[in-house]
């Protein structure tokens, strides 16, 4: 396990490690790596963090981003980091980031306007790759798992899944938005770490929003000395920690769930992890309301929601990574669930579905979720 980074010049070596490339043979470096269109907003902090350093105005989505990474970063760090990231584009292609932002001149500013341009060709690039997947529910044969052996492969691959749950319209006497509680029930371990000394610790992260603002964050407790084949249920608290969301839904809801290996990280950087969680439930609540608005066209409306999530994932995944150790995210999900899918997944046996997290070495477990008192 590798040191943890603790200072400013600690840090910005190991943001060198990223754009190099030296850190591809982690399973943190490899999914950045392979995640590369995922990457932007990380990128565009980058970017933004450059041009900062040389004195020059930010953008409005900039500067979201700045302000963003201040919850991470010690004041007047960003700046050095820009010069990192600078030296990396003059050396040519990063392998971690996108052209869209690599090619522009840091006299150039990158705002939300380019980020909406951007995001067709981002949508059509994520989609494309096998970790992410589309899915009507409807099409699906009776007691046909979500996940198919491809997916779970490519997703172990990738380090990452990005997954939309859809299904054809479904009960027309509930109008409006209705209240949803999606509870964390039990996780089946399907395969231990291989090679972690002792027996293996994982907690849980997870954030969610949805399209009327309501969201969630938080981080469960440890479960330890877990082996391959056990069944572990979190803890049942009625309204607390159990669920990853309890709110209302009016068309879309966003969620992100992460798989972590428990170590003897600082409490500083749980703190971070919290801070995490939450600014990607404000990106879930965010995401929800903008795929409500936008496209008439459900296909394309979908391929943008996992550009959407894809970009938060990025981002957030990148900063923690200047503070975590390449290994301890062992595999995370990105989910977009329709109103519909919603109302789907409550009729089946215990309003219940799940989930695969297939980290490799770092662990394989599926994840259990119920769906109480849809409504």
Same mark, same amino acid.
């Given at each position: 396990?590798?040191?943890? =980074?603790? &200072?400013?010049?600690?840090?910005?070596?190991?943001?060198?490690?990223?754009?190099?490339?030296?850190? #591809? /043979?982690?399973?943190?470096?490899?999914?950045?790596?392979? @995640?590369? =269109?995922?990457?932007?907003?990380?990128?565009?902090?980058?970017?933004?963090?450059?041009?900062?350093?040389?004195?020059?105005?930010?953008?409005?989505? %900039?500067?979201? +981003?700045?302000?963003? $990474?201040?919850?991470?970063?010690?004041?007047?760090?960003?700046?050095?980091?820009?010069?990192? !990231?600078?030296? #990396?584009? *003059?050396?040519?292609?990063? $392998?971690?980031?996108?052209?869209?932002?690599?090619?522009?001149?840091?006299?150039?500013?990158?705002?939300?306007?380019?980020?909406?341009?951007?995001?067709? #060709?981002? #949508? %059509?690039?994520?989609?494309? /790759?096998?970790?992410?997947?589309?899915?009507?529910?409807?099409?699906?044969?009776?007691?046909?798992?979500?996940?198919?052996?491809?997916?779970?492969?490519?997703?172990?691959? !990738?380090?990452?899944?990005?997954?939309?749950?859809?299904?054809?319209? /479904?009960?027309?006497? +509930? &109008?409006?938005?209705?209240?949803?509680?999606?509870?964390?029930?039990?996780?089946?371990?399907?395969?231990?770490?291989?090679?972690?000394?002792?027996?293996?610790?994982?907690?849980?992260?997870?954030?969610?929003?949805?399209?009327?603002?309501?969201?969630?964050?938080?981080?469960?407790? %440890?479960?330890?000395?877990?082996? &391959?084949?056990?069944?572990?249920?979190?803890? !049942?608290?009625?309204?607390?920690?159990?669920?990853?969301?309890?709110?209302?839904?009016?068309?879309?809801?966003?969620?992100?769930?992460?798989?972590?290996?428990?170590?003897?990280?600082?409490?500083?950087?749980?703190?971070?992890?919290?801070?995490?969680?939450?600014?990607?439930?404000?990106?879930? $609540?965010? &995401?929800?309301?903008?795929?409500?608005?936008?496209?008439?066209?459900?296909?394309?409306?979908?391929?943008?929601? *996992?550009?959407?999530?894809?970009?938060?994932?990025?981002? +957030? @995944?990148?900063?923690?990574? +200047?503070?975590? @150790?390449?290994?301890?995210?062992?595999?995370?999900?990105?989910?977009?669930?329709?109103?519909?899918?919603?109302?789907?997944?409550?009729?089946?046996?215990?309003?219940?579905?799940?989930?695969?997290? @297939?980290?490799?070495?770092?662990?394989?477990?599926?994840?259990?979720?119920?769906?109480?008192?849809?409504?």
């Amino acid at each position: 396990m590798s040191e943890l =980074p603790t &200072t400013a010049e600690e840090r910005a070596e190991r943001l060198s490690a990223m754009l190099s490339g030296t850190r #591809a /043979q982690t399973r943190a470096g490899r999914r950045m790596q392979m @995640n590369r =269109p995922g990457n932007l907003l990380f990128g565009v902090l980058l970017h933004a963090a450059a041009r900062l350093d040389r004195g020059l105005p930010l953008t409005d989505l %900039e500067q979201r +981003l700045v302000d963003t $990474a201040g919850k991470y970063l010690p004041a007047g760090e960003l700046p050095g980091l820009g010069r990192v !990231y600078g030296e #990396a584009c *003059a050396r040519g292609p990063i $392998a971690v980031l996108p052209r869209v932002i690599t090619d522009l001149p840091l006299e150039k500013g990158f705002g939300s306007a380019d980020l909406t341009a951007a995001l067709p #060709a981002l #949508a %059509e690039e994520i989609t494309a /790759q096998p970790n992410v997947r589309i899915v009507d529910v409807s099409r699906l044969a009776e007691g046909e798992s979500i996940d198919t052996d491809e997916d779970i492969a490519a997703m172990a691959d !990738y380090g990452r899944g990005i997954t939309i749950l859809t299904a054809p319209p /479904q009960d027309a006497s +509930l &109008t409006g938005p209705i209240t949803v509680r999606v509870r964390m029930h039990k996780f089946h371990v399907v395969e231990e770490s291989a090679g972690e000394v002792g027996a293996d610790e994982i907690y849980w992260g997870l954030g969610a929003g949805s399209d009327t603002t309501a969201k969630k964050s938080f981080d469960t407790r %440890e479960y330890g000395s877990i082996h &391959t084949g056990e069944v572990h249920h979190f803890d !049942y608290v009625y309204g607390k920690e159990t669920y990853l969301f309890n709110g209302t839904v009016d068309k879309h809801m966003s969620a992100e769930i992460q798989c972590w290996e428990a170590d003897n990280s600082p409490d500083s950087f749980y703190q971070k992890l919290r801070d995490a969680l939450a600014d990607f439930a404000d990106h879930a $609540a965010d &995401t929800s309301s903008e795929i409500s608005q936008a496209y008439d066209n459900e296909a394309r409306k979908a391929a943008a929601w *996992a550009a959407l999530l894809s970009l938060g994932a990025g981002l +957030l @995944n990148a900063l923690l990574g +200047l503070f975590v @150790n390449d290994d301890d995210l062992v595999h995370e999900r990105s989910f977009g669930w329709t109103r519909d899918y919603l109302i789907s997944m409550s009729r089946m046996p215990n309003g219940e579905n799940y989930f695969h997290f @297939n980290g490799g070495d770092g662990g394989y477990h599926k994840l259990y979720l119920r769906l109480n008192d849809l409504g």
